[in-house]
């Protein structure tokens, strides 16, 4: 049974709501067994229908006490603000939420949608940077 969007128009102060109702389409075209860049690039395709931004593997400034240290590369950042962290393993990486929120710390991204594509239906937590 497909999963549902949020539907076409949800509040624009929302825009992870975009971003889920994307990953849930992914998921109901695709299903279940390929490769995150698989999933990745379909929800590229996705979203650019949307005429949203979607970077893929985005290097982003951190910073330290105020001072910028350094650059993370991370996967996937959607809309310029938020981070998308997509795995298609049967089971999330041990400490994978602690990470994010780590690294969500030092950037100057608010949040970001972690997406588990294994299993009967994709499993979508977002995570804010405070």
């Given amino acids: ?3 549902s969007r949020f539907g076409k128009n949800p509040p624009p102060t ?10 849930c389409e992914v998921w109901n075209q695709l299903g ?3 490769l995150e860049s698989i999933y990745l690039r379909a929800l590229e395709f996705e979203l650019g229908i949307e005429k949203f931004a979607f970077d893929l593997e985005k290097e ?3 910073f330290f006490e105020g001072k910028k240290i350094g650059t993370q590369k991370i996967n996937s950042v959607f ?4 981070w998308v ?6 089971k999330q990486p041990k400490g994978m939420e602690k990470k994010i929120r780590s690294i969500l710390k030092s950037t100057s991204l608010p949040c970001a949608i972690m997406a588990n594509l294994s299993g ?3 499993q979508i937590k977002i995570i804010n940077s405070k």
Wanted: aromatic letters at 10%.
């Fill in 60 to 62: 982003l400034d951190v």
């Fill in 14 to 23: 929302c825009p992870n709501r975009w971003c889920h109702n994307g990953i």
């Fill in 120 to 122: 009967n239906q994709p």
């Fill in 32 to 34: 279940y067994g390929y």
């Fill in 85 to 90: 962290c997509l795995t298609s393993t049967t």
């Fill in 79 to 82: 809309n310029d603000d938020i």
């Fill in 1 to 3: 049974m497909p999963l």
